[in-house]
């Protein structure tokens, strides 16, 4: 089947003039962006509409690739491992292929202006997450729209790692304001991956904030005397017992009791590797809880240093001290050993992670300064 003279006329014009485009199916319409402006070619089909769209494929890629065979096989494997030069990015915004869509808003090299047609191409959930990745759209005035779209959107998500990598994106700093924050939060109380996602982003700023621990008080001027000192231990043991900290370690505790899949429970171990790694020593991965438990006894059976100097000014907070270090050698790495082995999820990969899970609830039970 071959395009109709009129139809090939006005594509080829609109496939020079044009810097971005698109078809809609349903309408059988081709729609082009030139700036602000919007050019339109209705397609007049003599048969077969997806045989006719095939065709029309076939000459935007001839224009502007010079692949009459349509959208290149090559550029689809390369398309989400941001792979694709930058000099042809504007071109692939010219074929009206989701996938080569895809390619750009994957390229580490991407302009806020690529972003903006990319977006007028294909404005979905999946686009928009992959654009929120790229630091010079985060921070660019699109991003607050991505961001209200994919807050629109997330109801009607129904996978916990797009639930999860939402919040993430979103809560990127400016992109939606503190009454969203707490919706999103509220949404949490039913769907742990919401609160993973801000776990993983705002860890110190989490809505509804604890008091910090009934005993700070006692243990602050100490505490305060050795931070000034250079202590980094001190430090990092006042921010868990103050407000920051506490809300933190509820919040974990709180996703541990029902994380939806392996996914989100990774994403769960991962931020709390990541909020413990300014006082964590071990840089390899620890597997085993064998292994970190002898690290920490390792820590504190030294001679010297500023641990030594912690506990011997705060003998009350042993246990909390060793809580601490075990926790800040504790990551995903521990899941390992058993989800390589497992595709379970639900009530069942929770019962299967108790062995790492149930110490690291202990861990922030004792921070939190409440009986096991």
């Known amino acids: ?17 044009a810097d971005a485009i698109r078809i809609d199916e349903n309408r059988m319409e081709v729609l082009g962006k030139k700036g602000d402006k919007q050019m339109k070619v209705a397609l007049h089909p ?7 769209l095939k065709k029309v494929r076939e000459l935007l890629a001839g224009a502007a690739l010079g692949s009459p065979g349509g959208y290149p096989v090559f550029i689809q494997r390369w398309t989400r491992m941001g792979q694709v030069e930058s000099a042809r990015m504007s071109s692939l915004l010219k074929l009206a292929e989701p996938e080569a869509v895809m390619a750009v808003v994957c390229s580490p090299g991407l302009s806020h202006e690529l972003a903006c047609l990319a977006w007028w191409c294909e404005p979905q959930a999946e686009y928009a997450r992959r654009l929120l990745e790229q630091p010079a759209v985060a921070t660019g005035p699109l991003a607050k729209e991505l961001a209200a779209f994919l807050v629109e959107h997330l109801p009607f998500e129904t996978e916990p790692q797009q639930m999860l990598e939402t919040v993430r994106l979103v809560l990127q700093p400016g992109l939606i304001d503190d009454e969203m924050k707490q919706r999103l939060w509220n949404r949490g109380r039913s769907s742990k991956s919401y609160r993973v996602g801000f776990l993983e982003t705002v860890p110190d700023q989490l809505p509804e904030p604890l008091p910090a621990r009934y005993d700070l008080p006692d243990h602050h001027p100490t505490l305060q005397t050795l931070t000034a000192e250079g202590n980094p231990y001190a430090g990092f043991l006042e921010k868990l017992l103050d407000q920051r900290g506490q809300t933190f370690a509820n919040a974990v505790i709180d996703v541990l009791t029902r994380p939806a899949n392996q ?14 790694s300014d ?8 597997r085993e809880l064998e292994q970190i438990e002898q690290v920490v006894e390792q820590l504190i059976t ?8 912690l506990r011997s000014r ?15 050698h504790m990551d995903d790495s521990v899941l390992t050993p058993i989800l390589s082995l497992t595709d379970a999820v ?7 992670i108790q062995p790492v899970s149930l110490p690291m609830v202990q861990k922030f039970t004792c921070l939190l300064g409440r009986k096991q």
């Open 46 to 52: 003599g048969g077969n509409p997806d045989r006719y």
């Open 302 to 309: 030294a001679d010297d240093g500023p641990l030594l100097q």
């Open 263 to 276: 996914d989100v429970v990774s994403a769960l171990f991962r931020a709390v590797g990541n909020y413990f």
């Open 279 to 286: 006082i964590r020593t071990h840089k390899e991965e620890l």
């Open 346 to 352: 639900g009530s069942v990969m929770r019962k299967k």
């Open 314 to 328: 705060l003998p009350d907070l042993e246990t909390e001290i060793r809580s601490m270090l075990f926790l800040a």
């Open 1 to 17: 089947m071959d395009l109709t003279h009129e139809d090939l006329l006005r594509l080829n014009v609109l496939a020079v003039n």
